[in-house]
C-alpha cells in the first residue's frame, strides 16, 4: 500500500527525466513488454495521456513497488490494459450517478429536519454547534461561496434582506456535499442527526462517516482520477443495521472501496427504489476479473448477498 502523504519524507534528488514525445512513450511501454500494434498505442496515449493510462498498467508490473522494476507481467496486452481503464471509468459513471441521488437527498433531509428543529438560521447558532472552531471554519467556507452569487436565489436574497448568512434550506443548495457533512458532523445534537439518518434507516455515525469518505470518492471519479483500486484514509463505522448492509460489509476493508459502493448501493435502492443504479453496479463488479475484485475488496460471491438481490 502507498504511503500516506503524511509519512512521506521528501527525497533529495532534482527530478531530471525530460519530456517524451507520442512515439517516444509508446516505444518506453513496448521496450517494458506490453504486447500491441505501435500506432494503437500512440492513439491511446493521445487520446488517455500517458501518465493516466500508465497508472493501469501498474497492475501488470512484475513487480508493484514503485522502486521496482517496470517490466510488465509476460504477455499483457494493450487491450488487457483498456479493459481495465474502462472498468474503472464506468465505475466512476455509477458513482456519480448515485451521488446524485444521495447527495439530492442529503440537502433536503438536513434542510427540512434542521430548519423544523433549530429554525431557519439555527444552524448558524454556538449552541447548536459541537466545536466552535468547526462552525467558524463551516461559516467562513458558506462565506466565501457568498462572495459569488451566481444564483438567483442567492442574488435575490443578497439583495433585499441584511442576514449575513441565507436560511439553512438555501445554505444547503450552496454548500458541497463535503461542506455539508462537517455541517452534520457538527451538530450538537445526535438526536437531530440521528433524525436525518433515520430517512435511510441508518446510524448516525455511520451516515457521517460514509458521507466523510463517499466525498473522497466522489471527487476522484469527478476528477476522472483511478478509483478502483484507491486506498482511502478515512473510514466509516461498520454498520450494525440494516442486516443485509451488515452482512454485505462484514470483515470488510474500509481503506477500500467495496464497503463504500454496498453502503452507497444500499442508499440509492432506499431513496429511489425505482433506481436500477444498484443492478448497474452488480453488473460491472460481476464483469471484473478475480484480481480486480480482490483490489476492490468484493468478497467471492457477493453478488449474492441480499443487498445485491
Known amino acids: ?32 513488454g506490453l504486447q500491441c500494434d505501435r500506432p494503437a498505442l500512440v492513439a491511446s496515449l493521445s487520446r488517455i495521456g500517458y501518465y493516466r ?41 455509477i458513482v456519480m450517478a448515485m451521488t446524485d441521488v444521495i447527495e439530492v437527498w442529503f440537502r433536503g433531509a438536513f434542510a427540512n429536519t434542521t430548519g423544523i ?35 438567483s436565489f442567492l ?24 461542506l455539508l457533512s462537517k455541517w452534520y458532523d457538527n451538530l450538537a445534537s445526535a438526536s437531530l442527526r440521528q433524525s436525518i439518518a433515520d430517512g435511510v434507516r441508518l446510524n448516525h455515525s455511520v451516515l457521517g462517516g460514509f458521507l466523510r469518505t463517499w ?39 474500509y481503506s477500500r472501496i467495496y464497503p463504500y459502493l454496498a453502503t452507497a448501493a444500499y442508499l440509492t435502492s432506499v ?10 453496479l452488480v453488473n460491472l463488479l460481476l464483469s471484473a476479473d478475480d484480481g480486480w475484485l480482490d483490489e476492490i475488496d468484493a468478497p467471492r460471491a457477493f453478488e449474492n448477498d441480499s443487498i445485491w438481490l
Open 215 to 253: 466525498t473522497v470518492v466522489r471527487n476522484v471519479a469527478a476528477h476522472h482520477g483511478r478509483l478502483w483500486n484507491r486506498r482511502f484514509a478515512t473510514k466509516m463505522s461498520a454498520p450494525k443495521k440494516p442486516e443485509l448492509l451488515r452482512i454485505a460489509t462484514d470483515g470488510a476493508d
Open 53 to 93: 493510462l500508465t497508472g493501469y498498467l501498474w497492475w501488470y508490473r512484475l513487480d508493484a513497488e514503485p522502486s521496482g522494476s517496470a517490466e510488465l507481467i509476460p504477455g499483457t496486452t494493450l487491450d488487457d490494459l483498456h479493459r481495465l481503464y474502462e472498468f474503472d471509468a464506468k465505475l466512476r459513471s
Open 155 to 178: 442574488a435575490h436574497f443578497l439583495e433585499k434582506y441584511s442576514n449575513p448568512y441565507p436560511p439553512v434550506w438555501m445554505m444547503v443548495e450552496l454548500s458541497s456535499l463535503g
Open 117 to 151: 428543529r433549530l429554525g431557519a438560521f439555527g444552524y448558524l447558532e454556538r449552541a447548536n454547534a459541537l466545536g466552535a472552531d468547526a462552525l467558524e471554519r463551516d461559516k467562513r467556507k458558506l462565506t466565501e461561496r457568498l462572495e459569488d452569487p451566481s444564483e
Open 271 to 280: 431513496i429511489d427504489p425505482s433506481s436500477d443504479l444498484r443492478q448497474r
Open 1 to 32: 500500500m502507498p504511503q500516506s502523504r503524511l509519512e512521506i519524507v521528501r527525497g533529495s534528488t532534482p527530478y531530471l527525466k525530460p519530456p517524451l514525445d507520442l512515439g517516444a512513450q509508446a516505444e518506453l511501454l513496448i521496450a517494458r
